[in-house]
């Protein structure tokens, strides 16, 4: 089985990550690793988030990596919550005050207007080189949550491909076979079985 270390903590992204990498590899956290830094996220975009995590990682432990960033853009906000989508309500990693605060701010939206992203940009480092991997889903903010699984903003996306449940209703395969995560791990995963 080979190993690749995947640059987080965040017990929900790593159980998903295993369960769309399947058996073929052992995805290592963060922890595993004995990095128990505050890896910097100041890039602009999610794109350069992934990218700074993972080259930290590189710099600082050696290892070959991959690191994701994801957002949430409402069209309504203009593309918020996007890059500080895990910060939004003001406290990092908080997903009620951030489903608080995004709710609060589209009480007035209408249904038609509620229309959001989600993005996922996983950055690749192996073998001294730098790969970038993107998936996007489509959907809804709903007006208030629905379901219980998930994380983040899971119970308030509905994505316009399912059947109208949000990503929280949904199993973990159900979610993963749609999800923009997903789909970025699907194109890092096709990429690693090419080697």
């Not at 995004?102 to 509620?114: F, G, N, S, W």
């Not at 491909?161 to 949904?170: I, L, N, P, S, Y």
């Amino acid at each position: 089985m080979k190993k690749i270390v995947f640059a987080t903590n965040n017990a929900h992204k790593l159980d998903e990550l295993r369960q769309i990498m399947g058996d073929n590899w052992q995805v290592l956290s963060l922890a595993d690793i004995g990095c128990h830094d505050d890896i910097p996220e100041t890039a602009p975009t999610i794109e350069g988030n992934a990218r700074l995590k993972a080259e930290y990682v590189k710099q600082h432990y050696g290892y070959d990596c991959f690191s994701d960033d994801t957002g949430l853009e409402i069209d309504a906000l203009h593309g918020e919550p996007g890059v500080m989508s895990a910060r939004y309500g003001g406290v990092a990693h908080d997903s009620e005050r951030n489903i608080d605060k995004v709710l609060r701010l589209m009480a007035d939206v209408p249904i038609e207007q509620r229309t959001a992203h989600f993005r996922t940009a996983i950055c690749l480092i192996q073998d001294g080189e730098q790969q970038l991997f993107e998936g996007r889903v489509d959907g809804h903010i709903l007006t208030e949550r629905h379901g219980t699984g998930g994380f983040g903003y899971d119970s308030i996306f509905q994505p316009n491909e399912g059947d109208g449940r949000t990503f929280a209703q949904m199993s973990g395969d159900e979610k993963n076979a749609i999800s923009h995560r997903g789909r970025a791990v699907a194109a890092l995963v096709a990429h690693l079985h090419s080697l």
